[in-house]
């Protein structure tokens, strides 16, 4: 496609269960970013893949959540035993250059409601 | 996690107004950008700021990167309806991660 795509746009699910987020990113784009945007916040950051690693992922708020990028294309956030806290549209963004995140575009997002 | 201070939270203006938000960090960055995000999508890069001190214009757009390194500003002129949205200012703290701000939300008085 022509843009960074994340599925689903919506997912509601009931704490306690299980979800994975899915981003296709822009083709041939090697950094990818996952970012979290809670209500009212701007995009707070959560890991950095550089191909198929990650590279640094500090910002993931604790072991519940998980990212994988096996074939430095797609990249899946998984999320286990959710809570209500971890609502929030989850963002994704790829860029060419693996150095520079000022040229990242972003997806449209996916907006997790925990209930 | 860290956020700019970003102000105002929100602007209602009439069209054709002047508009300007600002954000203000404790910490330095060596790149200021300033975003727009619509409804049900994500962040599109309005203007990227390189150099403190430096002023650059995208459109009826102007930003400016402050000489400390600490701050930065954006204008909008004669406004139109279609500049409604949220604006966030980021810092790039290293090379693949950005700190923003909370947003301006930018409303049109009908």
């Known amino acids: 496609g022509a843009g960074v795509s994340q599925t689903p746009s919506n997912k509601v699910t009931e704490k306690g269960k299980y979800v994975e987020l899915r981003c296709d990113p822009i083709s041939g784009h090697t950094a990818l970013y996952w970012y979290r945007q809670s209500l009212g916040q701007g995009p707070e950051f959560l890991i950095y893949f550089q191909g198929t690693g990650a590279a640094d992922d500090s910002g993931l708020p604790n072991d519940r959540f998980f990212a994988v990028r096996p074939e430095g294309s797609v990249s899946t956030l998984k999320i286990q035993r959710t809570e209500r806290g971890d609502s929030a549209v989850y963002l994704c963004?790829?860029?060419?250059?693996?150095?520079?995140?000022?040229?990242?575009?972003f997806g449209q997002g996916t907006r997790l409601t925990v209930v | 996690g860290q956020q700019l201070n970003q102000s105002p939270q929100s602007m209602f203006i009439q069209e054709g107004e002047d508009v300007s938000m600002n954000c203000t960090s404790s910490?330095?960055?060596?790149?200021w950008l300033w975003y727009k995000q619509e409804p049900g999508e994500g962040p599109v890069l309005l203007i990227a700021l390189y150099k403190a001190g430096e002023l650059t214009s995208n459109g009826r757009l102007t930003a400016q990167f402050g000489i400390t390194r600490k701050d930065s500003f954006l204008n909008i002129s004669a406004s139109i309806p279609s500049d409604v949205g949220i604006y966030f200012c980021?810092?790039?703290?290293?090379?693949?991660?950005?700190?923003w701000g909370a947003g301006t939300k930018l409303i049109i008085k009908p």
């Open positions: 963004a790829s860029s060419l250059s693996p150095r520079d995140v000022t040229e990242a575009f």
């Open positions: 910490s330095i960055f060596n790149t």
């Open positions: 980021a810092g790039q703290a290293l090379y693949y991660q950005l700190i």
